[in-house]
């Protein structure tokens, strides 16, 4: 049992140093992005984020990303201006060539609804503002 927990204390302080380390290389691309329900552009090539139901503090919800070409797609979420401590999650390419995730937030004691994204992709950063439902 300490071995298993060694092992994903060892992968999840490496997932937040790549994830730290993606920061470093490239500049994040702040993108518009107020209504993900409905969906918008990461970039001029077409991939379109876009959260498959409205977004809760402490319930879980889809992210989907279609028409992207990439190799590793991470999003990760904090307050605006607070970091929360949660991980990066790794959104999977489904069979149809979207990426998928099964995310959530984390509540916020103070009752804030204002959130920040970042989305990863393969290096590259893109980076959007949104509020939660209440």
């Not at 298993?4 to 993108?31: C, F, H, N, Y």
């Not at 279609?66 to 991470?74: F, H, K, P, S, W």
């Amino acid at each position: 049992m300490p071995l298993m927990l060694g092992v994903a204390l060892a992968l999840s302080l490496s997932a937040g140093k790549l994830w730290q380390e993606g920061r470093a290389r490239l500049p994040d691309q702040t993108i518009s992005c107020g209504e993900p329900v409905a969906g918008c552009l990461l970039d001029g090539g077409g991939a379109r984020l876009r959260f498959l139901s409205p977004v809760r503090a402490a319930q879980p919800f889809d992210v989907r990303i279609d028409g992207l070409t990439a190799q590793r797609v991470e999003i990760g979420f904090d307050m605006v201006g607070m970091e929360m401590g949660v991980r990066p999650q790794s959104l999977a390419k489904q069979a149809d060539g979207s990426w998928q995730v099964h995310a959530w937030l984390p509540a916020c004691t103070q009752g804030r609804r204002d959130w920040e994204g970042v989305v990863a992709v393969d290096g590259r950063r893109y980076r959007f503002r949104f509020v939660a439902s209440g």
